[in-house]
């Protein structure tokens, strides 16, 4: 059972006509039950459209993407996204910032209720649900504040809590962390790894951070771009050992942790180097 | 010689220019180099006190005819007499009423149709087809130029009166429906679909939500030309109405009259605006937040 992803293939239009980008070739990912699997690598690595390709947004040009062995087709409350990148022919040209997808019109406890509402859960069961998810991320005094008076990290936090309501088999999470100071970061990272483990959800999760990556992963899939490829993929237990301590500096800055960054930074060193990186 | 004047001259125009932009390191609370940043209200209370005063001062020495620009306290009296006892057959708030009638009547019907077609267009490839090459070709062209044509269609009653002005106030209404539909961020409609919503859904509750700051700029907008079209539309057979009022006036020459009316026209279209401004920040606080 979970989420497979069998003999992939994506393979955009090229900006010039009868050219073609792949950007994914070849893809085989197991996730089960439990697991957290965290895509890293350089730009183009096809990483964001990996997620896409689980979310439903987009369908595969070869192979398949199945979860507990039904084919994905469209986008399904099963796989609750946080956020995500809309990929496409020109979307992969310079920097493109993740925009909420909070609707500001609604206050934070209206966008945690939104989608058991619009699946038309009765008002008091989905009241208890929202509040408990918006609990679960610390968000239990904001109710009534509008989304767009909240700090980006806060925000994130009520995606969370959105996607959690409809109590999905997986996560879906595009850079969450990127966009916000160092100190939240850390914060949210230890707030999403105690939702993880308090929900037992799958969780595929993409980052630039080889540490956010290391810290919070079970299983760490490196992505190599030009075609998009799972070159390496790494066993870890860092985050087990933050559930031991507590102490996410510790984990991060021991011995072990920092050969394995080293070893993960020269990998992915050697794809820009390699010409790996986005030249536009 | 004569090209090395012009250069200078092109310099110290220049100069004038980028002085406006860079003038040394911004005062706190202000951004450096941030174009026209201030407050204007004070220069704009000192400018239009300004414009009544060198109003009052030509027709004060008689610079002017009375013919052609009468004082302020005269049409300031016209104003109150109109008020009080009419112009035309009608008083001024009887005028009002039907022009405000008319602009309203054709703004409600615009708004009943422009927005679901606009919205439509947006959400649809086929209605977009349809509904841009009429909108898109009638939309520049003046009123005046199809207000005949309204008349042989419609006659010379209320209701090609009340056409023109819908036609005038259609076009900015559909076309901001639809570029509001399609500014929705494609990241809050793929995070409706992945929690369970169906299209129709979509639609109603992000789409047309997420539109709605340019439905309301649309809005602002349609009622504004609406207003401009009035004149226009009462040039022809009308028995009331500011338009027919001033148009009227100016037959007989009546200048008074005539200002006053504009100066109406003007201050009911300026209270419009602030009203829309003032519905905009009610319904749609989070506009330009996120």
């Not at chain 2, 060198?54 to 007499?81: H, N, Q, R």
């Amino acid at each position: 059972m979970g989420l497979q992803v069998d003999g992939v293939t994506v393979i955009y239009p090229g900006r010039k006509p009868g050219e073609e980008v792949h950007a994914l070739e070849n893809i085989n990912l197991d996730i089960s039950d439990g697991d957290f699997v965290v895509a890293l690598g350089a730009s183009g690595c096809g990483k964001t459209t990996l997620l896409n390709l689980m979310a439903g947004f987009i369908a595969p040009s070869e192979g398949r993407v199945t979860l507990d062995r039904e084919a994905i087709e469209g986008p399904g409350k099963e796989r609750g996204v946080v956020n995500h990148v809309v990929t496409g022919p020109g979307a992969d040209r310079g920097v493109v910032f993740q925009k909420h997808a909070l609707l500001p019109w609604l206050t934070v406890f209206e966008n945690a209720e939104f989608g058991l509402k619009l699946q038309g859960m009765p008002k008091q069961e989905r009241t208890e649900t929202a509040s408990r998810y918006l609990a679960l991320v610390g968000l239990e005094d904001f109710h009534k504040h509008a989304v767009y008076q909240l700090s980006g990290g806060m925000q994130q936090r009520v995606g969370i809590a959105r996607a959690l309501t409809s109590n999905p088999a997986m996560l879906l999470m595009d850079e969450p962390l990127g966009a916000l100071d160092a100190l939240t970061r850390e914060n949210l990272q230890e707030l999403i790894l105690d939702v993880w483990r308090e929900t037992g959800k799958m969780i595929f999760f993409i980052t630039h951070s080889v540490e956010e990556a290391l810290f919070m992963a079970t299983r760490l899939v490196v992505m190599s771009p030009r075609p998009g490829r799972i070159t390496h993929t790494y066993d870890l237990d860092f985050q087990q050992r933050f559930f031991d301590c507590r102490d996410a500096r510790a984990v991060k800055s021991s011995a072990n942790f920092i050969e394995v960054r080293e070893k993960v930074l020269s990998i992915i060193h050697g794809d820009e180097l390699a010409g790996g990186g986005n030249h536009v | 010689m004569s090209d090395t004047a012009a250069t200078a001259s092109k310099n110290g125009v220049l100069s004038a220019i980028t002085n406006i932009f860079s003038k040394g390191p911004a005062k706190p609370g202000e951004s450096f180099g941030a174009p026209g940043q201030g407050s204007s209200v004070a220069i704009s209370v000192a400018s239009s006190l300004g414009l009544l005063l060198l109003w009052y001062a030509v027709t004060a020495m008689g610079l002017i005819k009375p013919l052609f620009l009468p004082s302020p306290a005269v049409v300031f009296d016209k104003f109150v007499e109109v008020a009080t006892e009419g112009f035309g057959g009608s008083t001024l708030l009887d005028h009002t009423l039907w022009s405000m009638g008319r602009v309203f009547g054709a703004f409600f019907a615009a708004a009943l149709t422009a927005i679901p077609i606009g919205v439509f267009m947006g959400v649809n490839r086929v209605m977009r087809g349809i509904f841009d090459p009429p909108i898109e070709f009638y939309r520049p062209i003046p009123p005046l130029a199809y207000l005949p044509l309204t008349i042989i269609w419609f006659g010379i009653g209320e209701s090609s009166k009340l056409i023109l002005i819908y036609l005038a106030v259609f076009a900015p209404m559909a076309l901001n429906a639809r570029a509001g539909v399609r500014s929705v961020s494609i990241e809050q409609i793929h995070a409706a679909y992945s929690l369970g919503a169906t299209r129709t859904q979509v639609i109603w509750h992000v789409i047309l939500k997420g539109a709605m700051p340019e439905i309301l700029t649309g809005m602002r907008i349609g009622i504004g030309f609406g207003w401009t079209t009035l004149v226009a539309a009462e040039m022809v057979a009308a028995e009331a109405g500011l338009g027919y009022m001033v148009l009227n006036a100016s037959e007989f020459l009546v200048t008074d009259v005539v200002i006053m009316g504009i100066i109406v026209i003007g201050i009911i279209a300026y209270l419009f605006d602030l009203l829309m401004r003032w519905i905009e920040r009610l319904l749609v606080p989070w506009k330009g937040q996120m």
